[in-house]
């Protein structure tokens, strides 16, 4: 069974920085990309960034500068390193893998930034 499990999220100051992690787990397919994705209250759900096996990242315009991600060096493990927290970034994270037939989403973390 796949499981997908984030964890990090929290409440921060404006300009603060957060980490979030992810792990993936029941599934290991050696091309693959992960990645974060947001949903604000009354929103859709955003890409925030992603980062495929070979290591080529993709970020949104918004979070471009910000945001980091990274993969850890045990398998199907997941960074965001979020740097100079605005409230508009106030949303709940989520981390996704997906490979060829399949995506697999976790649960999702709180991110709060106040003003």
């Known amino acids: 069974q796949v499981q997908v499990v984030e964890s990090g999220g929290g409440l921060v100051q404006a300009g603060g920085s957060l980490r979030l992690s992810c792990t993936a787990s029941?599934?290991?397919?050696?091309?693959?990309?992960m990645g974060w994705y947001r949903q604000a209250p009354g929103k859709q759900r955003e890409l925030v960034a992603t980062?495929?096996?070979?290591?080529?990242?993709n970020y949104a315009d918004s979070v471009k500068g910000r945001f980091a991600i990274s993969r850890g060096n045990a398998k199907n493990t997941l960074y965001l390193q979020m740097s100079s927290l605005k409230p508009e970034d106030t949303a709940v994270y989520y981390c996704?893998?997906?490979?060829?037939?399949?995506?697999?989403w976790g649960q999702g973390t709180q991110v709060t930034v106040a003003s």
């Open positions: 980062i495929i096996s070979g290591g080529s990242t």
């Open positions: 996704g893998y997906f490979v060829l037939g399949g995506a697999y």
């Open positions: 029941g599934i290991f397919v050696s091309i693959n990309t």
